[in-house]
């Protein structure tokens, strides 16, 4: 089922346009919007990077993530309408199953400095064709942090609301097993971990299957890595938020994507990752 939120009252940005953009799916929707267009009236304290911008664009033409847009045309009947809400303020997020978009904000307990490479713009979890589990984001900008960053997909496999939520203040995000992908100061380096929060099992990830590029990450996972709590993998659900360190203190949490809750992963296993 598709989520909806409504804009809140703040200043025209930069993310609209990007947003904008991504549910087009189309060359046709904004072909005269230059780059610099997508960069102006953006508040003074986030830096900004057209970079997020072109990897959406990428993305449409059938580049780098492209299996995330044929997802959208695949399950969004009215995207133009959604569109239209996104370019008139109408919308600040909207999600489907296996993808969430939204402007890129900075949660309000945050605290640190709101770097582009932690504030997400999109972030999907789909089981696409050969069984490939693909968890990703794109972020505002690429990745120019010095510091070492964390992207946390929380996904729940059944026994998340036995388990209960992660932070006090988001209630509605109950995951039982974490991906934990560590990047290292200006994309240097990337490691990941699945945790099973029920056992404390932890499995590393093969680095080789994590991917970087400008403002995307990107890992392609087997479902078989997931631990089973119950639920069939099309009932799985998922939540993104990025960290400044790990652990669940809600402060160096700078982002979440949903905002608020987790929702259904996608399984389209008639399109490939375009890996």
Do not use: C
């Amino acid at each position: 089922m598709d989520r909806r939120s409504g804009a809140r009252a703040t200043r025209p940005v930069v993310e609209n346009l990007e947003g904008r953009a991504l549910l087009s799916g189309s060359h046709a929707v904004m072909p005269a919007v230059a780059p610099a267009a997508l960069v102006r009236t953006v508040r003074a304290s986030i830096k900004t990077d057209p970079a997020g911008a072109a990897a959406i664009l990428n993305a449409i033409n059938g580049g780098l993530g492209s299996e995330w847009v044929k997802l959208i045309r695949a399950q969004v009947r009215n995207v133009n309408s959604v569109l239209l809400r996104f370019a008139t303020g109408q919308l600040s997020a909207y999600s489907t199953r296996g993808l969430a978009v939204r402007t890129p904000y900075q949660q309000a307990q945050f605290v640190g400095q709101p770097y582009d490479q932690l504030l997400p713009q999109v972030a999907g979890a789909a089981v696409f064709k050969r069984n490939v589990f693909e968890l990703g984001a794109i972020m505002r900008g690429p990745f120019h942090d010095p510091n070492t960053t964390y992207y946390q997909f929380g996904v729940d496999t059944g026994a998340g609301a036995s388990r209960g939520p992660l932070f006090a203040a988001r209630p509605g995000i109950a995951p039982d097993t974490l991906v934990t992908l560590t990047v290292g100061p200006f994309g240097s380096s990337a490691s990941g971990t699945i945790t099973d929060l029920t056992t404390g099992a932890v499995q590393n990830i093969d680095p080789s299957r994590i991917q970087i590029r400008g403002p995307v990450i990107r890992v392609f996972l087997s479902p078989t890595q997931f631990p089973s709590h119950g639920l069939k993998l099309a009932n799985y659900r998922f939540a993104f938020w990025t960290q400044t360190r790990p652990g669940f203190d809600i402060t160096s949490v700078a982002s979440f994507l949903p905002d608020t809750g987790m929702i259904p992963i996608a399984v389209q296993k008639r399109i490939a990752a375009t890996v």
